[in-house]
């Protein structure tokens, strides 16, 4: 079967750097999404990766490694506005995108 | 200008009613899909039509019915409405199934389907 592994919850200090982690077992792979769902809003995209290695952008990074299966999300200089859920999502061999279900990241001051 | 939209927000009606979700992109975009995101927070995709044909239909139950009048339209019908069916209905478009280029998908708002 597919499958995509995050954490349920974390918490994290405004300021702080937060790593959250995604392990997937697919039938094939295209690409890795992390997308940012605030409450009661739609999921916006945030990175995307295809090739192992680091993507920055601005205050975020995201990883990957094909090999392991794994990929993280770096978020640096937390801001209260960054309290929100993550979801890990990865394309597989079909181009259907197979979700995680979402790390709740709580910021506190 | 809003790029992916969807009609009504919310949604609520009695079990056993037909309902239907309306989704529109600006975007110029091919493909376009509906998700069902449940209590737990699961994005489950529904279906996804890639010029005005269907090419993914999962597992769902035939009372759900897509239909795409065209290319920057995808509506959503539900017969026989159940209590299982409440959740958040997200209506998604991307510029193509696949593509050496960098594809993402772009969310509608989301309609909140509560069936009593």
């Known amino acids: 079967g597919q499958n995509i592994d995050q954490p349920t919850e974390m918490t994290a200090t405004e300021g702080a750097i937060v790593q959250i982690n995604c392990t997937y077992q697919?039938?094939?792979?295209?690409?890795l999404f992390w997308y940012q769902q605030h409450a009661g809003e739609a999921p916006t995209f945030l990175s995307y990766?295809?090739l192992d290695g680091l993507e920055e952008k601005g205050r975020f990074s995201s990883f990957l490694s094909r090999s392991k299966g794994y990929s993280y999300l770096l978020l640096k200089e937390l801001q209260m506005k960054d309290s929100a859920s993550y979801l890990c999502?990865?394309?597989?061999?079909?181009?259907?995108?197979?979700w995680g279900a979402g790390t709740k990241l709580i910021i506190k001051p | 200008d809003t790029a992916v939209s969807q009609t009504p927000k919310y949604l609520v009606t009695q079990m056993g009613n037909d309902k239907s979700i309306k989704c529109e992109q600006n975007?110029?975009?091919?493909?376009m899909y509906w998700y069902k995101q449940d209590s737990k927070k699961f994005l489950k995709i529904m279906f996804s039509y890639n010029n005005k044909e269907l090419i993914i239909n999962e597992t769902v139950p035939n009372r759900f019915s897509p239909k795409s009048p065209d290319k920057a339209h995808l509506n959503l019908h539900i017969n026989s409405l159940e209590l299982g069916d409440s959740a958040v209905y997200f209506c998604a478009s991307s510029q193509d199934l696949q593509g050496a280029s960098l594809e993402t998908q772009y969310f509608g708002p989301g309609t909140r389907l509560l069936v009593l």
């Open positions: 990766n295809v």
């Open positions: 975007l110029g975009h091919d493909t």
């Open positions: 999502a990865v394309m597989d061999s079909n181009y259907q995108l197979i």
């Open positions: 697919t039938s094939g792979f295209n690409g």
